[in-house]
Structure formats: C-alpha cells, structure tokens
C-alpha cells in the first residue's frame, strides 16, 4: 500500500486500445503486461547504467510499434524524476535511514521526543539504492514491527511505499528482513522476486509518474471522491496483479482508501469481477498481467469493468471454458475442499461477452470433474455435484438433471460390473457415502466390508446385495474373505487385550459370531 501519497486524478498514457479489434488489443495488453513487470525487475536488480540502459532498450525493442515511442517518453520521464530523487539522496549519504524517516516524521508533524526515539534505532536498518534514486530501507524485523507501533507503517505486509508529493521530498521503499547480515545490495536477484517489494515498487514507479501531470490519462468519475478512491483502486489493482496475480479479496477499504459505503459497494463489486477474470484467464492458462493495462489505463470503475472484460479469454464456450468458469466461480480458496465462493460475477461477465453455456457442456464438465484425483471420497462426490447443479441454475443452464449426472459420475469412479453398480445406487445416501472410489473387485471389498459391522443386520444385508450382484464380485469375495477375517482380527484384538478376563471373553466371542457371519456371507 501507498502510504501518504493521496494520489491525483491522472491515469495511464493517451494512447489507448480504443477502436482496436480484440485480438490487437489482447496483444498490445500482453506486451504491456510482459514489459512492464521485466521494467520492474531491471530496476530492482543491481547493474551498472549502462547495463540496465541495455536492457531498457531491449524491453522498448520488444513493444509493438506504435507503443515504443509512447513508452520511451514515458521512461524518460521517469527516469527524470528518478535522478530528481538520487540528487536528493545525495546530499544525505552516509544517513540516508536517518534523512528519509526523519522527513516522514516532519511531515507527520511527530514530536521531537518521538523522532529521537525511532531514529535511536536507526542501527537496525540499512539503506540499499539497486539503481540511482531508487531508495530502499532495509529494516530488521523487530525495528520493522516497532514503526508499525507507532503508525509510521500501517500494513500487515513486508514492505511499504513512502512516496513524495514534489520533487523537494524524497520517495522511497521500507523492506522488512529477518537480518541485515546480507543485504539487498549484496544479491542482486532478490528484491525483483520479493512480492512485496515488487508492489511496492509500482507504486513508487507509479507516484513519479502522477506527480508529473504531463503524461498520465485523468480519471474521470462522477465526483472528486468517487475520482480520489478510483485512483487509489486502480492503483492498488495493478499492485496486487503484479504482487500475486490479482486482488481477490483484498478489502475494499484496502484498495481505495475510503470508507464511504456506497464506494466500497462499487469497489467490491468491480473487485469480484475483475476476480472473476483474471480466475478465467488463470484457467485458460494466461498469464494475469496481460490485464495490467486494463488496470492502469481506465478512467472509471466502469471503464476498468470494460477493460478486463475485453481482456478475458473467454470468446465461445467449450470444454475448457465451462471449466475456467466454474473455477472462478467457485473462488481458488477453499476449506478443505467444501466452501465455495459461488461468485455472481460469473453471471454478468457471460452477459457482457453475450454468452451461454449449453447444459450437455456443463454435464460432460460435471464428470470430469468428479474424475479428479482431488475428490476422494464418494461424500465428495455428493457435495461437488451439488455445486455443479448449483452453478448451471446460476448461469442459466437450469436443465441439467442432477440425479443423472450424479449417476453419472459414480458410475466414472467405480470400475466394478455394472450390475454391481446398480446395486450401490440404490443404496440409503448414509451408506453409499461409504462407498469407497476408483477400486476394483477384492480391493474394492476389502475396503467396503467393514470388519465390526457384521454383526448388524442392516449392514449384512448390504455386503450380501453387493457380493451377489454378480459372479465376478461373488469370486472377488470368495478370495478375498480370508484376508478381511485376518485384517480385522489384527485391528480388534488390540483393542481388549488389556481388559479383564471376562472382556477379553465377550470380546473374543463377539470375533468369533463375525467370522462366523462372514463365512455365511
């Protein structure tokens, strides 16, 4: 999160994708989003200028056409506000940590005794600049949680962007690290793959630019508070693209900086779908910065809507794209395996792309999906047909049969007869959950047939339905039974040897009218 900065009201480039057919502008999104994330990794890896200079140019190079002189203005730019920033390092060297907290501090208007205080610690941070005005405060984790005691960084994460209104402050980076013993500066390589650093580092890329006022689009919402928190969310969006893949659910006080309800309304329900979007395009195997320029060009909550949505690879439905749907409408977080999100968003991302989805798909997806290695157990089977059927009346798709496609199902993960099958469908549900998957013939048995339940009447009649449903299951049995006594002698025993005489009598009785049961069997 971006500290102190409140930030403008202006957006990205003039240049836009506006009038462009959709495939020009998935790739001029694509070479943006491949662009901007190296430009962020060539400036917070240690080099030479005229090292990452080469680089640059090879990034430029690798940009469409029409976007390379664009960018390299861009560039320019901020690379001059970059050396704005490293001359003001520069009348500070040797006490860089103690210059750039002590200028928070003053503009936070803190007490002397409070400065003193903090700066006392100073010894347990360490000043880093990967490229000349890129500033970097290195902490040790303990002086990283006492400027959180005292405000000077308000987030849970590892990192904080402190970015300066004018060219008279300095902007820079708070990191916390377990240790100082080896710094940023001694290892090239890992602040580019920090991602905390790494969105931290847009926004200080980002502030040079907005301060500027010459170069970024303006937002354009209906009011100044609507346009304020629509700065920040835009923002915040292209952060946690470029930090984890996208927002998902960041709160939206979080992302816009406002607690205004009706904003937060807006916020969420374009976070949810902007989520929905990069879930789609994560399932269609593309990479979520393509929707880096979404974000960073609109001037609206409406426009970035229309931006990630353009940007989703969804154009038909097929196979694949009923999987990616349900994915994103599910959500990717879930408790053990049984929670879903069941996102609405689904719903208006298939109207803006004037799309349905045909019941045989979501049939043929529902199989396939049960198939999964990660559902294993017959329970599970259960409650993800029930979401299946859940997310086809959601989206429209309100003929599929859900007893059918449970069948369906059931029968993919049990390679038994299939008059062995049958039975096990009609079964009562609390036995049929028990119905273990994906085994075949004595395994399947052996793990069916629980040792301590012979002797219930209800649960012989069960194992004797399914033993006698057909010759190959009553052979698997007869092989089998031997094994199924022994294992459940090993099991029990254990479990009264240690109890008096008598127990251990009744006990071993009990063993005995079960063997003797499953004998009849």
Request: hydrophobic content about 35%; overall charge negative.
């Amino acid at each position: 999160m971006d500290k102190f900065r409140e930030p403008g009201t202006k957006s990205l480039t003039e240049f836009t994708t506006t009038g462009l057919s959709l495939e020009p502008k998935r790739r001029m999104a694509s070479a943006t989003g491949r662009f901007y994330n190296s430009l962020i990794d060539t400036y917070l890896t240690a080099q030479t200028p005229e090292e990452r200079q080469i680089e640059i140019d090879k990034l430029v190079a690798g940009l469409p056409d029409p976007m390379q002189k664009l960018y390299r203005e861009g560039l320019h730019k901020f690379q001059e506000e970059l050396e704005e920033n490293h001359t003001l390092l520069e009348r500070h060297r040797g006490n860089e940590v103690r210059y750039l907290l002590e200028m928070v501090m003053t503009s936070e208007g803190r007490s002397a005794e409070e400065k003193e205080q903090i700066l006392a610690r100073c010894s347990q941070a360490a000043f880093s600049e990967p490229a000349p005005g890129v500033a970097v405060v290195q902490t040790e984790q303990d002086f990283f949680e006492f400027l959180k005691e005292h405000g000077l960084v308000l987030v849970e994460a590892g990192a904080v962007h402190f970015g300066g209104d004018n060219r008279s402050l300095p902007s820079f980076l708070i990191v916390k690290r377990m240790s100082l013993e080896k710094s940023f500066a001694e290892d090239g390589t890992q602040m580019k793959g920090d991602g905390f650093v790494r969105h931290e580092f847009h926004h200080f890329l980002w502030n040079f630019l907005e301060r500027r006022g010459d170069f970024l689009r303006k937002t354009a919402e209906s009011s100044p508070t609507l346009t304020t928190a629509f700065s920040h969310f835009k923002d915040e969006v292209a952060a946690y693209i470029i930090d984890r893949g996208g927002p998902g659910d960041i709160g939206a006080d979080i992302l816009t900086y406002s607690d205004d309800e009706e904003i937060l309304k807006t916020a969420r329900d374009v976070r949810d779908l902007i989520t929905v979007c990069i879930e789609i395009a994560k399932g269609k195997d593309v990479d979520p910065q393509e929707f880096l320029y979404a974000s960073m060009s609109a001037r609206s909550f409406a426009e970035l809507k229309d931006g990630f949505v353009d940007l989703t690879p969804l154009d038909k439905i097929d196979s694949g794209g009923v999987a990616a749907l349900y994915s994103a409408w599910t959500g990717d977080n879930t408790f053990f395996g049984t929670y879903y999100k069941e996102r609405p968003q689904v719903v208006e991302l298939l109207r803006r792309k004037k799309l349905t989805v045909p019941a045989l798909l979501i049939e043929e997806f529902g199989v396939k999906h049960i198939a999964s290695a990660a559902i294993t157990s017959m329970e599970r089977i259960f409650s993800e047909i029930r979401y299946v059927k859940k997310f086809a009346d959601v989206i429209g798709a309100d003929s599929v049969n859900e007893e059918q496609l449970l069948e369906k199902a059931i029968r993919s993960r049990l390679p038994l007869p299939k008059e062995t099958v049958d039975v096990i469908l009609s079964l009562p549900h609390e036995q049929i959950i028990r119905v273990p998957l994906n085994k075949s013939g004595e395994e399947f048995l052996q793990s069916f047939i629980v040792f301590g339940r012979i002797n219930e009447e209800s649960e012989r009649a069960v194992y004797q339905q399914v033993i006698n449903s057909s010759p190959v299951m009553r052979q698997a049995f007869e092989q089998a039974r031997e094994r199924i006594i022994s294992r459940g002698t090993e099991l029990w025993r254990p479990d009264y040897e240690s109890s008096t005489e008598d127990a251990k009598r009744r006990a071993e009785s009990r063993r005995q009218e079960i063997v003797r049961w499953l004998r009849e069997l």
